[in-house]
């Protein structure tokens, strides 16, 4: 069974960073083609992706918080950790992890329970 | 990046409705497009993946259609449990990005 979970501080103060980790089981990262992401959402808001990363070690970035966000794995410890610089209010969400299986046109399959972040001094 | 843009925004519609959602990509995403359904507290839950398929354990009520730019998702018979947010995402691109999401509710 595959299985993903968040866990971090709920609360942050700005402009402190934000460390993520997201805990997985019944997959492996050193599998070829697999895929784990992060993504949030606001309250009322949509989906915003924020970071992938392969398990060849590629990472990949939003866009609009690339110069925030640095995504790592420890395949050991079957871990994605995901950091983001210079917290703000506008921040404040819940915080998914989600994985892509090796295959070509998969979805994100699995995703973790998400963990709520508030950002306020 | 790519845009996506989901429409209408809100869908009301009575238990038996067909549902039609709308999601339209700013460049080709080919057949990398994927459909979620979302209820209030919980994480997206995957209904279609490569544009047209089904994933696990997904009703045959929901399908996918479309390629290239433009894609649908249908409900052939609105159920009591489908009334959520329904969201689009492309993986065509090395950055990924959702659409806005389309609310179906209740009549």
């Known amino acids: 069974q595959v299985t993903l979970k968040e866990s971090g501080p709920a609360l942050v103060k700005p402009p402190q960073t934000l460390t993520l980790t997201c805990t997985f089981s019944?997959?492996?990262?050193?599998?070829?083609?697999?895929?784990v992401s992060w993504i949030r959402q606001s309250p009322g808001k949509a989906l915003e992706w924020l970071a992938r990363?392969?398990?060849?070690?590629?990472?990949f970035y939003s866009t609009s918080l690339k110069a925030r966000l640095t995504i790592s794995k420890d395949t050991s410890k079957n871990q994605v950790v995901l950091t983001m610089t210079n917290m703000d209010p506008a921040d404040t969400a819940t915080y998914y992890c989600?994985?892509?299986?090796?295959?070509?046109?998969?979805?994100?399959?699995?995703w973790g329970q998400g963990t709520a972040v508030t950002v306020s001094s | 990046e790519i845009v996506l843009t989901q429409s209408p925004g809100t869908l009301s519609l009575s238990p038996g409705d067909r549902a039609t959602l709308s999601c339209r990509a700013s460049?080709?995403?080919?057949?990398?497009l994927a459909w979620y359904q979302q209820k209030p507290g919980q994480a997206p839950r995957l209904l279609i993946y490569?544009?047209?398929s089904r994933a696990t354990g997904i009703p045959d009520r929901f399908s996918g259609s479309g390629s290239g730019t433009d894609f649908t998702l249908t409900i052939s018979r609105v159920e009591p449990e489908d009334f959520a947010v329904y969201f689009c995402?492309?993986?065509?691109?090395?950055?990924?990005?959702f659409g806005q999401g389309t609310k179906v509710e209740i009549k």
């Open positions: 989600a994985r892509t299986p090796n295959s070509r046109y998969a979805g994100m399959d699995v």
């Open positions: 019944g997959f492996s990262l050193n599998t070829f083609g697999m895929r």
């Open positions: 990363i392969d398990s060849d070690d590629d990472k």
């Open positions: 460049e080709s995403v080919v057949s990398y």
């Open positions: 490569g544009a047209s």
């Open positions: 995402h492309q993986h065509a691109s090395s950055l990924w990005t």
